[in-house]
């Protein structure tokens, strides 16, 4: 069981990140995937999910608009467009594999995590 993430890095308020997730195919077959953030001295919270087949994602209300979430199951990848990236954005951001096929934003639906990805918004 394995999830790779990165893309992370420094970037200017307004500016933008691409976040990648590289899963193995035992990992994400069949499943919904997400991705999670903890900023310093908070608790991990959702950002979005995207059931097994794709059509379907739901974002948190904080990212709704800005974020766009993606997969490419011949790939095994997952992909976290950010666009007009805030300070509040700042965190350690995780992938992760959801126990069944749909998009949840529920920690544990989850039961497989990537090693997490900074990315800090400078204002």
């Known amino acids: 069981v394995q999830l790779q993430a990165s893309g992370g890095g420094l970037v200017q308020a307004g500016g933008s990140l691409r976040l990648s997730c590289e899963a193995s195919?035992?990992?994400?077959?069949?499943?919904?995937m997400g991705w999670f953030r903890q900023a310093p001295g908070k608790e991990r919270d959702f950002v979005a999910a995207?059931?097994?087949?794709?059509?379907?994602?739901i974002y948190a209300d904080s990212v709704k608009g800005r974020f766009t979430i993606s997969r490419d199951n011949a790939k095994n990848t997952m992909t976290l467009q950010m666009n007009s990236l805030e300070p509040e954005d700042t965190a350690v951001y995780y992938c992760a594999v959801a126990r069944s096929s749909s998009a949840t934003r529920s920690f544990s639906g989850y039961n497989y995590w990537g090693q997490g990805t900074l990315v800090t918004v400078s204002s």
């Open positions: 995207i059931a097994w087949r794709g059509g379907s994602t």
């Open positions: 195919a035992r990992t994400s077959s069949n499943n919904g």
